[in-house]
């Protein structure tokens, strides 16, 4: 049986930042936020875990307020490309939900360091570029509230607050960066089959 290191993939590849100078920068920017938050992080600590110079930081990057500005796009773009495409499979709304949550949770889980960093830093961001990750995370909500939306139209779920219980999907999707541990027993996978599970459960979904 696979473990969660082996499975968990954390480093994204990052491949759409280039040069590669600025991607060794992003890549070591993830890694210094989710272990000590973007205030306690210093820009020469990011160049140091890059292997470079503190002003080849600014070469590629105005401010430190900036790099996390396009981490935070980027995993934004990217965890709602993968909730999108799930939950645009073919089938009910409860199998519709289900893969939306088993694999929004497998994003979290297996890219926790990058997820981390993405949704517990927005309060960083300058107002300009906070407004625009804000309106990603709309979207994210708007594709679950879809989905909820037609499973009580349909009969499916027993939702009374679809707003709420929107809400509640994803932050308990989200929050999976927050503890996922690689050394843990269960795989990203595993967790993404449980909160499904779970999830269809609390809409009380027919079977």
């Not at 480093?11 to 993830?30: G, I, N």
């Not at 999108?84 to 360091?113: C, D």
């Not at 996922?180 to 027919?206: C, I, K, S, W």
């Amino acid at each position: 049986m696979s473990t969660a290191k082996d499975t968990a993939g954390e480093d994204m590849p990052w491949d759409e930042v280039t040069p590669e100078a600025a991607r060794k920068l992003l890549v070591a920017a993830v890694e210094a936020f989710a272990e000590q938050g973007y205030h306690a992080t210093t820009t020469r600590d990011i160049a140091g875990r890059a292997g470079m110079s503190p002003a080849a930081l600014y070469i590629h990057y105005k401010t430190k307020e900036e790099l996390l500005h396009r981490i935070s796009r980027i995993g934004h773009e990217k965890a709602l490309e993968v909730l999108s495409g799930a939950a645009g499979i073919e089938g009910t709304p409860s199998e519709r939900l289900a893969e939306a949550v088993s694999s929004f949770v497998r994003w979290h889980a297996g890219r926790h360091n990058t997820a981390r960093v993405v949704q517990y830093e927005l309060d960083a961001l300058s107002d300009e570029h906070r407004t625009e990750i804000v309106e990603l995370r709309r979207r994210s909500d708007a594709v679950v509230r879809e989905i909820l939306r037609e499973g009580v139209e349909s009969g499916e779920f027993d939702v009374p607050d679809v707003p709420g219980t929107t809400l509640a999907v994803l932050s308990l999707c989200i929050d999976v960066a927050r503890w996922f541990n690689t050394q843990g027993r269960r795989t990203p996978d595993e967790v993404g089959a449980l909160y499904a599970d779970l999830v269809l459960r609390m809409v009380t979904a027919q079977k």
